[in-house]
């Protein structure tokens, strides 16, 4: 029978990277010592117990085992069957390299990772919806699954950016053309970075990622983008992964000297495009240069730690300076995009500071 529509929930379902496995721990039962009884019988005179030492009364050895969880094999029918039915609902005609390359990263992670398991297994479950589903559900299936996979990758999911990459891979599905091409995954991305990075030389949430801003970027990238020169478009290329990365790995883990001198790079590369962030990039500007010119700290001969203490002991003049500002609610971006040069801004900041900048 014909499907007339294709069930809603099949989106949500093909998104899944986890599950939720329940573990119910056996109960541990404790056997009462048996009740002694009275006797008349004279024993013979022991050695005197305190009346306060508690008898030893050893309990049975209780163990607890977690239930086994039994993963069945990666076949070859079912990595075929997903493979032919995640091109369908992405109307993407997988190359041999593309096969491949599914084909390895599944056989690899298939044992350890529950979510790629998770996202074939449910694929494979809606085979008759995405085969019978007419073309105009098919298209309406893969708008809105591909978006759930981007806004998945800009809250950090690894195994999204690998899935919609296929589809980004497609040149029907590019902004512009190149060595490499331009994407929506990395405008998208960018309008992410930038907001981050604003948001962070502000100190507060007050720019936000939302379609004006994307749509915005992705227009003036799109127009631009044959005149970027090849290392930006290189960077840019990566920049979806490299700032999960970044975010995942440098930003959380390095210390707060790291993080603002971060905040006062990002600010001398945005400042002359967004006004809202001048007086703000010049405090952190002007607080880092104080101490690394202060003789009594020797910024240079510190380590992290004791540059944390610095800063963290400059902080209430920081503060103090910060509250003579102008309050400032939100920041529009897409109102400065058409002035920013956001290649440069975006393509050559995140990821690589770490390497590229002598962070002292």
Known sequence: ??????????????????????????????TPPPKSTPTNQTTPPTTATPANTPTPNPQPATTNKLPLVVVTPLTPATLKNFTD?????????????????????????????LGLRSTVAQTIALEPQIVRGTPAERTQLQTKLVANLRQQVLDGDTDALWLVSFYDASSKNWLAPG????????????????????????????????????????????AEYAKIPADTKQSLSRLPATWLTFKGNDWLRRGNDFREQMRVHWGQNLEAYIPEIREMSKLRRDRV???KADPNVQWDRMNSIQRQAALQKSDPEFQASIRTLAPTKTIQLNNYINTMQVATAIGNSPTRYSLRLNVK
Do not use: H
Request: aromatic letters at 4%.
């Open 1 to 30: 029978m014909k499907l007339n529509s294709i069930n809603p929930g099949v989106i949500a379902i093909l998104c899944a990277t986890s599950l939720t496995i329940g573990i119910v721990t056996p109960a541990i039962t404790v």
């Open 85 to 113: 039915l995640y091109g369908q609902v992405l109307a993407v005609k997988f190359t041999p390299n593309q096969q491949q390359k599914i084909s390895q990263r599944l056989s690899k992670e298939w044992m350890t990772n």
């Open 179 to 222: 060595k490499p091409p331009l994407t929506r995954m990395t405008t998208d991305m960018s309008a992410e970075v930038l907001c981050f990075m604003v948001n962070e030389i502000m100190g507060k949430s007050i720019a936000t990622s939302d379609s004006k801003l994307k749509d915005a970027i992705a227009t003036k990238l799109t």
């Open 289 to 291: 240069a104080k101490l």
